[in-house]
């Protein structure tokens, strides 16, 4: 997840002269404006931000779908969108931290993280928390209460816009966790294990009582090793897993090793570090997570 971490801090230098140059050169004054503009890590939070802004400020992201946010390598127009920003929106949960590292060096916008006051859950062998809160909906309901949260304090103007729409989130959040609940009960309790490359539904495995396992814990980790491709074909074997997944993300060639020496198929494709294309049916964190159950209850009851 480190990588290129010293790199990224030297470009940072640079950066920073060119943003700051930029916005003392500029000699037209600045026009008065409704709500916020706001910028963000990656796709999953900018839905969620989305839904709370409605039509009052802007939201983009920085962090292309497709692309994975644990090792994403920031470019020049990257630092310019936040340093032109209100405040930067990121997961937290160590997910971020060299890109906040560095961005905190070219720019003075405030760096808010979202998952505040999520119980984290350890990565397996580290110290790190495992970032992937926001694939369960009771975590994000805590994601949306912390916006609203510092959101009004920065535009207290638009408070009664932005309460109203994290409410009607929340409700549609509640009831996609009653839901999930009523989806699981398809699947026999000893059937309910998720186990595909990136070990990324712990959260969601928490709340809705599902093992879960990876080849890795996490993606910056990825290796696909012959003893961790044995490890986990064990792991099948003994549980009499029914099937296996993988990630929209992820070379799908690692799960393909994994099933074989298993003996097991795979159930399909699941999102965790992104929503969905256009046209994919997954284009939002809702409809991402009720494709992801979809496949898990296809594949396992």
């Not at 990588?3 to 060119?18: C, D, M, Y």
């Not at 060639?253 to 399909?268: F, L």
């Not at 997954?282 to 496949?295: D, G, Q, R, S, Y």
Request: charged letters at 25%.
């Amino acid at each position: 997840m480190f990588k290129l971490k010293v790199l990224l801090i030297a470009l940072s230098v640079s950066f920073l002269a060119l943003v700051g140059c930029s916005s003392e050169d500029s000699s037209t004054p600045a026009k008065e404006k409704e709500g916020l503009e706001i910028i963000t890590s990656f796709s999953v939070l900018n839905d969620i931000i989305s839904n709370v802004i409605g039509d009052r400020g802007t939201v983009s992201y920085i962090i292309p779908i497709g692309e994975e946010p644990h090792e994403y390598e920031p470019v020049p127009s990257d630092y310019r969108k936040v340093s032109d920003s209100d405040v930067f929106y990121v997961n937290g949960l160590d997910l971020e931290e060299w890109l906040e590292s560095v961005v905190s060096n070219v720019t003075d916008t405030d760096i808010v993280s979202l998952s505040d006051g999520v119980t984290p859950i350890p990565l397996v062998g580290d110290d790190e928390a495992d970032p992937h809160a926001w694939l369960s909906p009771k975590n994000v309901i805590i994601y949306v209460e912390n916006l609203v949260a510092d959101i009004v304090a920065r535009d207290p103007d638009g408070e009664e816009i932005y309460r109203q729409n994290a409410e009607a989130y929340i409700l549609e959040l509640e009831e996609l966790d009653a839901w999930i609940q009523e989806q699981v009960q398809l699947i026999p309790q000893e059937q309910r294990v998720i186990i595909l490359s990136e070990n990324a539904f712990k959260y969601f495995g928490k709340d809705y009582d599902f093992h879960t396992d990876g080849i890795w814990e996490i993606n910056s980790l990825e290796e696909g090793t012959p003893q961790q491709f044995a490890r986990l074909a064990e792991i099948i074997k003994e549980r009499n897993v029914p099937a296996v997944f993988v990630e929209t993300t992820v070379d799908k060639r690692y799960m393909e090793t994994v099933s074989k020496e298993a003996g097991v198929s795979i159930a399909g494709e699941v999102y965790t570090d992104a929503v969905g294309k256009e046209g994919s049916g997954a284009e939002t964190l809702i409809k991402m997570i009720m494709h992801n159950v979809n496949i898990f209850v296809e594949g396992l009851k």
